[in-house]
T-cell receptor, first 110, second 113 residues
């Protein structure tokens, strides 16, 4: 059974710092991995999608990597800003569904 | 603009009552999903549908029902059999196939009163 873990559960950093969020999964048989952002009381906003054959994807200050063989993905956020404060979720895609981690709650201090 | 619309944003249910959450998408996506989110837990799959007039149970389907009569609509009914329905409900859609991006609605918060 696929399990997805995100560490740390919460993170507080000063503005301008570069940071890394971690996502690990137990079954490497995935189709893709997607990173989402969730603001309090809101839905999920897609940040990056990495196909199983890819190693990384970049969008602006965000870079996500995927190492399928070791069951790990990282989300790198460069030059963090207070507006980046949110919960970040990773999800792996199996045959017909996504399995989610419990998220990392990020707070960027001004 | 294309997207997924969930309504209502807040919903209150009395004991023993059935309520229906609406999910509409104009992305022309084939697959649609319903997830439940509880504090401290990851999203859990309730039901999913890969095509019109077909749907399958997810991991926590007991006490819920769905229909998929139209491609753009996937309503979720929370029945009185669901003993702990208070949660945040999220609807998602994908183009279909395993390598496509998932998009989510803004959620419905259901509270039992």
């Amino acid at each position: 059974k696929q399990e997805v873990t995100q560490i740390p559960a919460a993170l507080s950093v000063p503005e301008g710092e570069n940071l890394v969020l971690n996502c690990s999964f137990t079954d490497s048989a995935i189709y893709n991995l997607q990173w989402f952002r969730q603001d309090p009381g809101k839905g999920l906003t897609s940040l990056l999608l990495i196909q199983s054959s890819q190693r990384e994807q970049t969008s602006g200050r965000l870079n996500a990597s995927l190492d399928k063989s070791s069951g790990r993905s990282t989300l790198y956020i460069a030059a963090s800003q207070p507006g980046d404060s949110a919960t970040y979720l990773c999800a792996v895609r199996g045959t017909y569904k996504y399995i989610f981690g419990t998220g990392t709650r990020l707070k960027v201090l001004a | 603009d294309g997207g997924i619309t969930q309504s209502p944003k807040y919903l209150f249910r009395k004991e023993g009552q059935n309520v229906t959450l609406s999910c509409e998408q104009n992305l022309n996506h084939d697959a649609m999903y319903w997830y439940r989110q509880d504090p401290g837990q990851g999203l859990r799959l309730i039901y999913y549908s890969q095509i019109v007039n077909d749907f399958q149970k997810g991991d926590i389907a007991e006490g819920y029902s769905v229909s998929r009569e139209k491609k753009e609509s996937f309503p979720l009914t929370v029945t009185s059999a669901q003993k702990n329905p208070t949660a945040f409900y999220l609807c998602a859609s994908t183009q279909g196939g395993a390598n496509t991006e998932a998009f989510f609605g803004q959620g419905t918060r259901l509270t039992v009163v």
